[in-house]
């Protein structure tokens, strides 16, 4: 079985602060996918990243980081400067070569103050 | 433009009263498959299908009826709606589990 875990439920920071949110998962298969989404206050699920078990580079875009680390099953991500349009409900998912179900954290919500 | 159109994006109904949800993919995917998000619970499976006319439960199928006739619409049935089936609902279709699944806008139901 599948299973994903964000621990961390709400984050509140300041504006131009960083902030690292937690996922640590779970799977017996070897070939596996993990994603985050963003779900901003309109509802809707935003894409962020993939990564595949065979790819333990760690992977940076604009002020986002990824930390994929197949040794602690962790697939942290990071809001570097963080802005005021980053508050949104985050998910880290997950899926493998055995299951086509998509598999989803808890969500952890970011709140960012001006 | 590559997309899930999920219909309708609100709906407020009576409990017992049958609902369908549409969904419907132009990417010609092959699987595609139902969520509910529940605060503090994430995103839980409701129904998937692998193919036309293949269909199977996912954690929570409960109250819930799909089928697939056709490639791109994979339809919610509540026959019997309940006030616990409130919630936000998100199709989603993938051609390749490993690129990725692309979800439709969501459908905020309430059941009163």
């Known amino acids: 079985a599948q299973k994903v875990t964000q621990a961390q439920t709400e984050i509140s920071v300041v504006e131009k602060e960083d902030v690292t949110l937690d996922c640590v998962y779970e799977?017996?298969?070897?070939?596996?996918?993990l994603f985050w989404y963003k779900q901003p206050p309109s509802g809707e699920l935003v894409f962020l990243i993939r990564r595949n078990s065979f790819d333990e580079q760690n992977e940076i875009s604009g002020r986002y980081s990824w930390n994929f680390q197949k040794s602690t099953s962790s697939f942290n991500f990071t809001i570097t400067a963080s802005q005021v349009v980053d508050s949104a409900v985050y998910f880290c998912?997950?899926?493998?070569?055995?299951?086509?179900?998509?598999?989803f954290g808890a969500g952890t919500t970011v709140t960012v103050r001006a | 433009e590559a997309q899930v159109t999920q219909n309708p994006r609100y709906l407020i109904t009576v409990t017992g009263k049958k609902l369908t949800v549409t969904c419907s993919q132009n990417m010609n995917h092959e699987y595609m498959s139902w969520y509910r998000q529940d605060p503090g619970l994430g995103l839980r499976q409701i129904y998937y299908s692998m193919n036309v006319e293949v269909t199977d439960k996912g954690d929570v199928p409960e109250g819930y009826k799909v089928s697939r006739k056709e490639k791109r619409n994979f339809p919610l049935i509540l026959e019997s709606p309940s006030p616990n089936q409130t919630s936000l609902y998100f199709c989603?279709?993938?051609?390749?589990?490993?690129?990725?699944?692309?979800f439709g806008s969501g459908t905020r139901l309430t059941v009163v």
């Open positions: 799977t017996r298969d070897t070939t596996y996918y």
């Open positions: 989603a279709s993938s051609l390749n589990r490993g690129l990725g699944y692309t």
């Open positions: 998912a997950l899926t493998s070569s055995n299951d086509y179900k998509l598999s």
